[in-house]
Nanobody, 119 residues
């Protein structure tokens, strides 16, 4: 299973970006999909996640500004980021818990995409 993330970049404070992450491979089903981020010198932290049923959860720091969604037909998760702040600067990683043809449920990570917000 591979997770391919895209959509990062450089944006001014107050701007918007949309991240996408597509899962591919011998996928039977995908449970929770989510986005994490890691800023320099900090631990990786959860940003948002969405279950297969559409239930969402957000970190307090992004509530009201970020929206996570998924397209199950495309095995893709999105993160719409609005009102970006310099403290949102980080490498963003997508994550998915996938059931594969081989069997079993396990988590997978994408390679990460850089988001930089200038003040």
């Amino acid at each position: 299973v591979q997770l391919q993330a895209s959509g990062g970049g450089l944006v001014q404070a107050g701007g918007s970006l949309r991240l996408s992450c597509a899962a591919s491979g011998n996928i039977v089903s995908i449970n929770t999909m989510g986005w994490y981020r890691q800023a320099p010198g900090k631990q990786r932290e959860l940003v948002a996640l969405v279950t297969s049923g559409g239930t969402t959860h957000y970190a307090d720091s992004v509530k009201g500004r970020f929206t996570i969604s998924r397209d199950n037909a495309k095995n893709t998760v999105y993160l719409q980021m609005n009102s970006l702040k310099p403290e949102d600067t980080a490498v963003y990683y997508c994550n998915a818990y996938v059931v594969t043809v081989v069997g079993g449920l396990r988590g997978y990570w994408g390679k990460g995409t850089q988001v930089t917000v200038s003040s």
